[in-house]
């Protein structure tokens, strides 16, 4: 009997670490999610005048454009328009394929949509990879600014407490008072 009690436990315990597994990746499914949710892709054509924003999937959530490229003419602002929203879907593409990658662990998805990329957009699979290190890279903090603190608290902090008055006072306030004035 106790073969079938051992062997029930060890049943119960692999069902156990298959519950955990599944929390686990529900949990990371939720991250991935959210991660998902809050991803922007932002591209500028190469004079600055068209500037898109996507989102997941590649959804358009922002053009601008500069007077300067409004001028140039409806064909040019046309041209330059499908080419910066084509730069931002397809970051947009690869910060999700990476994301997706982390959490699920499909090592392949992100150079499959390199490699798409690169044939549908006429560039390299390098290209990409470099552009793809570029947009994932965390971004540098510029140095702090000391300019404006001086040297005990910084420029911005409340002045210290102003010093009680000089009247009155201890005997020991008194008696150094004195003290000094009697040197003169």
Do not use: C, W, Y
């Not at 990658?101 to 957009?121: I, K, N, P, S, Y």
């Not at 990879?129 to 570029?134: F, G, H, Q, V």
């Not at 005990?152 to 902090?157: N, P, T, V």
């Amino acid at each position: 009997m106790s073969a079938e009690f051992d062997q029930l436990v060890a049943e119960f315990q692999r069902f156990e670490a298959g519950v955990r597994d599944a929390d686990e990746r529900f949990a990371g499914l939720d991250a991935m999610r959210q991660e998902l949710t809050g991803l922007r892709a932002t591209a500028a054509s190469p004079d600055g005048g068209v500037t898109v924003v996507t989102g997941p999937g590649g959804a358009v959530l922002d053009v601008t454009f500069t007077d300067a490229a409004l001028a140039k003419g409806p064909q040019a602002l046309s041209a330059a328009l499908m080419a910066t929203l084509r730069e931002a879907v397809g970051a947009a593409a690869r910060r999700q394929a990476v994301i997706v990658q982390e959490h699920v662990g499909d090592d392949g998805l992100v150079e499959q949509v390199l490699e798409t990329q690169a044939e549908a957009f006429g560039t390299s699979v390098e290209e990409l990879r470099s552009k793809l290190a570029e947009e994932t890279a965390p971004p540098i903090a510029a140095p702090e600014d000391f300019s404006e603190d001086r040297v005990l608290r910084k420029a911005d902090a409340p002045d210290p407490p102003a010093a009680p008055p000089a009247s009155g006072g201890s005997a020991g306030d008194s008696f150094l008072r004195n003290l000094f004035e009697e040197e003169d």
